[in-house]
T-cell receptor, first 111, second 113 residues
Framework: GEQVEQLPSSLIVQEGASVLINCSYT??????FPWYKQEPGKRLQFIID?????ERKQTQRLTLLFDKKTKHLSLHITATQPGDSAIYFC??????????FGGGTRLTVRP | DTTVKQNPRYKLARVGKPVNLICSQT?????MYWYQKKPNQAPKLLLF???????READTFEKFQSSRPNNSFCSLYIGSAGLEYSAMYLC????????????FGEGSKLTVL
């Protein structure tokens, strides 16, 4: 079945810095890649997604890049704020409504 | 209202006893999911319903049962809890059957003693 790997597992940055979270998957049948964020004590929340027919998607301070050939995604967050501190999860969906998650990246943004 | 509600939020169970977790959503979503989440691990899909059709993952097939009496509710049932079942159980819902955004509940934290 699908396997999703995320790196790094944790990041600590100063406010204002940019961060990059990498994600790789194994199943070439996966077509949809949503990302979720979990702030301390809160539920997982959708933040951005990309489909396999796209290479890039941007929303506010988030940019998501997708490389179908290498089965790799990267999430770029610019101008980080303490409120961005959370665990970020990459996931992959093979259009069968089954989402496989990566292990998460714990981001800490220090003021 | 884009809220998925889970009950109970915290559950303490003895080894060998049954556990029933409940999830509800009022968004009229077709698909409802149960994930198991342990600390520092990825959420693991246990099963999901599309409408009334239950799909269970092969490696958890015999460990978890579920029912969906109507579109809004979905339960997760453990017949005999073991220590390894201690985890956060996340319910999520999605409209349709294809790819799309999942809406998650806050989770039910199960501790088995």
């Amino acid at each position: 079945g699908e396997q999703v790997e995320q790196l790094p597992s944790s990041l600590i940055v100063q406010e204002g810095a940019s961060v990059l979270i990498n994600c790789s998957y194994t199943d070439s049948a996966s077509v949809y890649f949503p990302w979720y964020k979990q702030e301390p004590g809160k539920r997982l929340q959708f933040i951005i997604d990309i489909r396999s027919n796209m290479e890039r998607k941007q929303t506010q301070r988030l940019t998501l890049l997708f490389d179908k050939k290498t089965k790799h995604l990267s999430l770029h967050i610019t101008a980080t704020q303490p409120g961005d501190s959370a665990i970020y999860f990459c996931s992959a969906d093979n259009a069968g409504a089954k989402l496989t998650f990566g292990g998460g990246t714990r981001l800490t943004v220090r003021p | 209202d884009t809220t998925v509600k889970q009950n109970p939020r915290y559950k303490l169970a003895r080894v060998g006893k049954p556990v029933n977790l409940i999830c509800s959503q009022t968004m009229n979503h077709d698909t409802m999911y149960w994930y198991q989440k342990k600390p520092n691990q990825a959420p693991k899909l246990l099963l999901f319903y599309y409408d009334k059709i239950l799909n269970r993952e092969a490696d958890t097939f015999e460990k978890f049962q579920s029912s969906r009496p109507n579109n809004s509710f979905c339960s997760l049932y453990i017949g005999s809890a073991g220590l390894e079942y201690s985890a956060m159980y996340l319910c999520a819902s999605m409209t349709g059957r294809d790819t799309g955004q999942l809406y998650f509940g806050e989770g039910s934290k199960l501790t088995v003693l």
